[in-house]
Nanobody, 121 residues
């Protein structure tokens, strides 16, 4: 089984910073794309940032100048450094990882449980 463990959520003031981490564990061959998505109650889940195995990153326009995504392939971990946080960044943040397994060599997506990020005015 594959498990995605998220950490780093919490409450911060507007303009502050917060770092999120997500680690994949279990029995698998490798981890391809990893990323973060966020969702506000009543809304769809939106892409925040993704990063490939080779380090190519992709950001939503509204966070590109403020957030930085990175990963450690040896640890199967992805990190999201969030700077200049705004109240509109408040959401549940979900880790997503495309995991390559014995019978799914092209990979299949897994989701973390989600971690709450709240930015006060």
């Amino acid at each position: 089984q594959v498990n995605l463990l998220e950490s780093g959520g919490g409450l911060v003031q507007s303009g502050g910073s917060l770092g999120l981490s997500c680690t994949a564990s279990g029995n698998f061959e490798g981890v391809a794309d990893m990323g973060w998505y966020r969702q506000v109650p009543g809304n769809q889940r939106d892409l925040v940032a993704t990063i490939s195995r080779s380090g190519d990153s992709n950001y939503a326009d509204i966070v590109r100048d403020r957030f930085v995504i990175s990963r450690d392939n040896a640890k199967n971990t992805v990190h999201l450094q969030m700077n200049g946080l705004k109240p509109e960044d408040t959401a549940v943040y979900y880790c997503r990882a495309v995991v390559e397994e014995r019978y799914f060599p092209k990979g299949q997506p897994y989701w973390g449980q989600g971690t709450q990020v709240t930015v006060s005015p």
